[in-house]
């Protein structure tokens, strides 16, 4: 059965492309009204069909759309999937995706807020540690934001390096060891927090306060006034967090795919 996707229109339209611009693919195809991504098979966003479009996408054969995308991503030895959001074109491709085989992969949110709302209710002492803010991330910065298996971190690092938008990468460090870190990309009035890590051992201790009270500042500076971040919906602990924070549920986005299929 198909499950429908729906929001504010208007929130997802303006934040759907921003988010795309923060987390850029290697490589992006245009598709009609749709954009075909890819990146090593590295993060579903950068290896998906970003199928957001304006108002007035105009006229297109669906399913001549859905086959040029299976054969770009079967030429390229990966999975075919398509991301979609309140923003999708047309309003029907959950239904019709779901006609062509496709399962749902999970579901996410989009969560938004005021900027200087989240300065406000993130305020505390740093109790002796470090928060630093650089325009570039640094090794020590990278291990804890994208400590993964594989190729994983240094394909992640590319895409962080290909970002066009100023970026923040800030992290709470004792000493040369960081301890929690996080990334804002700004863009226009708005800011996107991404890569909010805190280490294990170093959780629960008032650190993802200090992040996100550091990135909102430096959104602030940038002349930003919304935030947005992303979040699994299964993730309750986070977003207990983020309410508190200032955030608000804005928006659902889910996957699609053909779990047997080959990649």
Same mark, same amino acid.
């Given at each position: 059965?198909?499950?429908?996707?729906?929001?504010?229109?208007?929130?997802?339209?303006?934040?759907?492309?921003?988010?795309?611009?923060?987390?850029?693919?290697?490589?992006?195809?245009?598709?009609?009204?749709?954009?075909?991504?890819?990146?090593?098979?590295?993060?579903?966003?950068?290896?998906?069909?970003?199928?957001?479009?304006?108002?007035?996408?105009?006229?297109?054969?669906?399913?001549?759309?859905?086959?040029?995308?299976?054969?770009?991503?079967?030429?390229?030895?990966?999975?075919?999937?398509?991301?979609?959001?309140?923003?999708?074109?047309?309003?029907?491709?959950?239904?019709?995706?779901?006609?062509?085989?496709?399962?749902?992969?999970?579901?996410?949110?989009?969560?938004? %807020?005021?900027?200087?709302? =989240?300065?406000? &209710?993130?305020?505390? $002492?740093?109790?002796?540690?470090?928060?630093? !803010? *650089? +325009?570039?991330?640094?090794?020590?910065?990278?291990?804890?934001?994208?400590?993964?298996?594989?190729?994983?971190?240094?394909?992640?690092?590319?895409?962080?390096?290909?970002?066009? %938008?100023?970026?923040?990468? =800030?992290?709470? &460090?004792?000493?040369? $060891?960081?301890?929690?870190?996080?990334?804002? !990309? *700004? +863009?226009?009035?708005?800011?996107?927090?991404?890569?909010?890590?805190?280490?294990?051992?170093?959780?629960?201790?008032?650190?993802?306060?200090?992040?996100?009270?550091?990135?909102? %500042?430096?959104?602030?500076?940038?002349?930003?006034?919304?935030?947005?971040?992303?979040?699994?919906?299964?993730?309750?602990?986070?977003?207990?967090?983020?309410?508190?924070?200032?955030?608000?549920?804005?928006?659902?986005?889910?996957?699609?795919?053909?779990?047997?299929?080959?990649?």
């Amino acid at each position: 059965m198909s499950t429908a996707i729906s929001a504010p229109l208007d929130v997802a339209r303006v934040v759907e492309p921003l988010a795309d611009r923060a987390w850029p693919a290697a490589e992006q195809t245009p598709l009609g009204p749709w954009k075909l991504r890819a990146t090593r098979n590295i993060t579903w966003r950068a290896n998906s069909v970003y199928t957001a479009a304006p108002a007035g996408a105009g006229n297109h054969d669906v399913d001549a759309l859905i086959t040029a995308a299976e054969a770009f991503y079967a030429r390229i030895g990966q999975q075919v999937i398509f991301h979609l959001s309140p923003a999708t074109w047309p309003d029907g491709l959950d239904a019709r995706l779901e006609q062509h085989g496709y399962e749902l992969a999970g579901w996410s949110e989009v969560w938004t %807020a005021n900027a200087s709302t =989240v300065v406000q &209710r993130t305020n505390c $002492d740093a109790r002796g540690e470090t928060v630093e !803010v *650089s +325009d570039t991330p640094d090794g020590a910065w990278l291990d804890v934001a994208y400590d993964e298996p594989g190729n994983a971190r240094a394909v992640q690092e590319a895409i962080v390096r290909r970002i066009a %938008a100023p970026c923040a990468f =800030v992290s709470v &460090r004792d000493g040369s $060891d960081v301890l929690a870190c996080g990334l804002a !990309v *700004s +863009d226009g009035h708005w800011a996107g927090f991404f890569s909010i890590v805190t280490r294990p051992e170093a959780r629960r201790r008032g650190r993802a306060r200090l992040i996100f009270h550091a990135l909102s %500042a430096w959104a602030i500076r940038q002349r930003a006034t919304q935030l947005y971040l992303q979040v699994l919906a299964r993730n309750s602990t986070a977003k207990t967090f983020f309410t508190t924070a200032g955030f608000a549920f804005a928006y659902p986005y889910t996957y699609r795919l053909v779990r047997d299929r080959p990649a």
